[in-house]
Structure formats: structure tokens, C-alpha cells
């Protein structure tokens, strides 16, 4: 699959999440308002509720006290012959001062119908009572026309009826601002969100009061209500991750795949060569000339010789890797003068450095040098590491090669730098990858597999060291690496 595809599917795929991710939210938002409007709405019957209750007693009350006061004695009405003679002179014989209850009992001598009298009767009264109940102004303090408790136990009965079982707290004041009351357990959390509702609306303005109520909990019973959305949120934010990295993953296997054909590549080429030259080499060989001078075949038989241990170096380098990769490699580590080890390696080293126009300086300052390694792999690093700086030396400049040991605390500090052509800063954190060489694709001016500084990696890290790279590009590259001293680092078993 082209990368262009792979990044066209991805971003498809992201802004299609985004666009989820984004509805979710606006929908979890308009949730939460709506629900905030069902509270308010809710809050708001029951304080009407509460309050309307709170009235309905003290008119109760009222109307108790208006039915228990005596009255005085109805005065007597004479019959006459003729009912609707009667009925004009009754009417005729009420003053304008008599009560509307002196009437009432008047008509009790009336030829009416009995139901139809009574119900007159009860309605003229109770609008009487209920006027003198309602109407009538009172001097008694706001605080002592609210029975406190019975109000909590209104608010209580209800905010349940509406659906709301949440702690509350509330307090009254009159109308023009002053406290009269404060429940127990008041507290001033919430405060900032709070509902209020007028008591004794129908009464004089003096004589009104505030109801305020708060409610601590109310952003919590809000979001519990709609919960649901938070977890689908998440699970909308899982998938978006484990989308990228899919991505990633796919990214990632299609940069090894290029690799390893990469890899592919140079492997034929660097196998195609030793073999070319060893078949040509045999072929030389059944020349009767060539076997009738012993220079000339001895000369023939090292570069079969030659080739069939280059062939046999690059196939160790795989195979190596390919142990590593198992975790199969096997060490075999004893303690060893890594000071002898670099000087030799730096001697045997030192004719093919020449023979590029270089030269190599070795500067072993280390007082302790004692390390415990494999000494065979100990010595492919460095012979790695020194093959690296004339494979990348500069075609501008002869190559100087040098090679430090010294101590640092009670470790092994070994440094090999060069003045070969460095490396870029994004290379520069990938060259201890496998397969990854600077010189991708098919180009073969600098040969190799990308297996080389993997390899270090890998024995290093087995030997309990470090290493890292330091390089500027056009100026050149330095390894340093880390090794602890015998006795005073953990020892690797065989």
C-alpha cells in the first residue's frame, strides 16, 4: 500500500473521530442543559408548592378562628298572608346597616326551597369568612406567622413529589432583606446557584417574606444524571488512541518492510560480488598455465581464500543478529586488560587505515582497564567501529582516526572519533537500529547490511555498558562507551 494511501485513510479516519468526539460533547452539553432546566422547573413547583401549603395553614387557622365567634340572636320576622307580600316586606325591612349574617338568618323565613336556601346560605358565609381571613391585615412579625419546621417539612414532601432527593438548605428573610430564619445545618456551599420564591404573596408588601434554598450537591446530582455520556465519552477516546496507534504500528512495519528490502539489496550485492570473484577465481584455476606457476596459483587460491572468509563474516553478522534477536547468544566472559585488547586491535587495524590514506592514533590513559567480557565480541565492537570510520571517511580529507581509554569513577570509559563525513542529527538517533544504514536503497558506495552498529549495541548492552554517539555533520562522529570495572559492575555468566 502507498504511504500517500495509508495517510489519506488515516486522516479520513482521525477527522471522522474528531467529528464523533466533537457531536458527543455538544450533545453531552445540551443534555446537561436540558437537565438543568428540569431541575429549575422542578425547584420551582415545589417552592410554590411549599409556600401555597404555607398559606393554606394560616388561613386554616384563620378560618377556625373566624367559625368559633358567637354571633348575636337573629331578630324575629312576621309572616304574612300572601308569601310574595311577605317576601317584599322582609326585603323592604332590612336597613342598609344590617350585616349580610342578619340577612342570612332573615331568609330562613322565606317560603324558598330548602336546598337552594342553605347553599346560599353557606356560600354568602363562607365568602364573609374567607374575605375577613384573607384580607385582613395582621401586626404579627413575619417569624411568627412561619412555623419553620412544618415549611422544612413542606420543601421536603415537595421536592420528593418532583424528584429531587438531595441535601437542601435554605433560609427566609423579609421583603426588604433581613434574616428572619436559618435551618440547622445551614451551610454556604452552593450559594452561588440558589432559588427564591415570595411567601404570603397576597398579603401587604410589609408583610411578605423570602424564601432562598440552595442545594450543595447540585452540580454532582447533575452530572449523575447524565453519567453515561462521560463513559461513552471515554470509550469514544479509547478508540481514538488505539487508532493512532494503529497508525503508528502501520507506519512502523512499513518503514522495517522498506528496510528490510533495503537490507535485501545490499546482502545480494555484497554476496554477489565474493561469490563472482570466487567463481572466476576456479574458473582461472583449471587453466593448465596457472597450475604451472606456483605464484600465480597461490596468488588465485588467497583471493578464494579471502573471499570465502568475507563471504563467511557477513553470514556470522546475520547470524549473530538473528541470535540476538532469540535471545540465544552465547557469551563467554572472563576478565580481560582492555587496554591490550584496544592496542592490539588498534595495531591490526592500523595497515588498512594506512592504506586509505589515513592514520590512527591510540592514547590508552586508563590506570584500571580490568573489565569482564567476552573478549571475542569485545573485539568485533571495536574492529566494527574502527571499519565504520574509513567506510564513512571524508573524500575531502585524509582520515584521522583515534582511539581513547581512560577512567571515570570506577568505570571504563573507551572513545573511538573520527574526521570522516559525521552524520545528519535525524540519522543520528537512528544508527544503532538494525538494519538501518545512512545510504538507503540501492546504493552500494558504502557497503554493509545495517548490522554493524546493532551488533555493538547488543554486545554492549549484554556486558552491562552503554554507548551512544555524538557526530556533526562534515566534521566527523565519536563513539563513547561505557564499560564497569571488574568488581565493581555486575559479571555477565557464560
Not at 463513559?231 to 503508528?248: D, H, M, S
Not at 522498506?258 to 561469490?275: A, G, L, Q, S, V
Not at 606456483?294 to 538473528?322: C, P, W, Y
Request: one cysteine or more; glycine letters at 6%.
Amino acid at each position: 500500500m502507498k504511504k500517500s494511501t495509508i495517510w489519506f485513510i488515516a486522516v479520513t479516519m482521525g477527522l471522522l473521530f474528531l467529528g464523533l468526539l466533537y457531536l458527543q460533547v455538544k450533545y453531552f452539553e445540551e443534555s446537561l442543559h436540558i437537565r438543568k432546566e428540569q431541575f429549575d422547573e422542578s425547584v420551582a413547583r415545589s417552592l410554590y408548592q411549599a409556600c401555597h401549603d404555607l398559606e393554606l395553614s394560616e388561613v386554616k387557622l384563620c378560618l377556625e378562628r373566624e367559625l368559633n365567634i358567637d354571633r348575636p340572636a337573629p331578630p324575629a320576622v312576621v309572616r304574612t298572608a300572601k308569601p310574595h307580600e311577605a317576601h317584599v316586606a322582609s326585603r323592604e325591612a332590612i336597613p342598609a346597616n344590617v350585616s349580610k349574617g342578619l340577612f342570612l338568618d332573615n331568609l330562613t323565613a322565606l317560603p324558598v326551597d330548602t336546598v337552594l336556601r342553605d347553599s346560599l346560605r353557606q356560600r354568602m358565609l363562607l365568602g364573609e369568612v374567607l374575605g375577613a381571613a384573607l384580607y385582613a391585615p395582621t401586626s404579627r412579625p413575619l417569624a411568627e406567622r412561619v412555623d419553620f419546621p412544618t415549611l422544612d417539612a413542606n420543601l421536603r414532601t415537595a421536592l420528593r413529589n418532583n424528584g429531587i432527593s438531595i441535601d437542601y438548605h435554605f433560609y427566609v428573610t423579609t421583603s426588604d432583606g433581613r434574616e428572619v430564619y436559618r435551618c440547622m445545618d445551614f451551610v454556604a456551599d452552593g450559594m452561588d446557584y440558589q432559588y427564591s420564591h415570595i411567601l404570603f404573596p397576597n398579603g401587604p408588601s410589609a408583610q411578605k417574606g423570602v424564601l432562598y434554598i440552595h442545594f450543595p450537591d447540585l452540580h454532582k446530582y447533575i452530572f449523575a444524571s447524565v453519567r453515561f455520556f462521560i463513559t461513552a465519552l471515554v470509550f469514544t477516546l479509547i478508540l481514538l488512541i488505539v487508532f493512532i496507534f494503529t497508525i503508528y504500528i502501520i507506519f512502523r512495519q512499513k518503514r522495517l518492510t522498506e528496510i528490510k528490502n533495503d537490507f535485501i539489496n545490499n546482502m545480494t550485492h555484497e554476496f554477489k560480488t565474493p561469490i563472482s570473484t570466487i567463481s572466476l577465481a576456479a574458473q582461472m584455476l583449471r587453466d593448465p598455465s596457472v597450475g604451472k606457476s606456483e605464484a600465480m596459483f597461490n596468488h588465485i587460491s588467497g583471493i578464494i581464500i579471502d573471499e570465502t572468509k568475507r563471504l563467511r563474516f557477513q553470514v556470522e553478522k546475520v547470524l549473530q543478529m538473528s541470535m540476538f534477536d532469540r535471545k540465544a547468544a552465547t557469551f563467554k566472559p572472563k576478565e580481560v586488560d582492555a587496554n591490550a585488547i584496544v592496542q592490539d586491535t588498534v595495531n591490526t587495524f592500523r595497515l588498512k587505515v594506512e592504506a586509505s590514506g589515513g592514520v590512527i592514533d591510540a592514547h590508552i590513559d586508563a590506570a584500571d582497564a580490568n573489565v569482564f567480557v567476552d573478549e571475542m565480541h569485545f573485539t568485533n565492537v571495536i574492529f566494527n567501529l574502527l571499519d565504520n570510520a574509513v567506510k564513512y571517511k571524508s573524500p575531502d580529507r585524509d582520515l584521522k582516526l583515534s582511539v581513547h581509554t581512560r577512567n571515570e569513577q570506577d568505570k571504563l570509559v573507551l572513545t573511538i572519533a573520527d574526521n570522516g563525513i559525521g552524520i545528519r542529527r535525524d540519522d543520528l538517533k537512528k544508527v544503532f537500529d538494525k538494519f538501518y544504514r545512512v545510504h538507503t536503497g540501492n546504493r552500494h558506495d558504502v557497503k554493509g547490511f545495517g548490522l554493524g552498529l546493532a551488533y555493538v549495541k547488543n554486545i554492549i548492552k549484554a556486558l552491562d555498558g552503554t554507548i551512544h554517539a555524538e557526530s556533526e555533520w562534515g566534521k566527523g562522529t565519536r563513539f563513547v562507551i561505557v564499560l564497569p570495572l571488574v568488581g565493581k559492575g555486575k559479571k555477565k555468566k557464560a
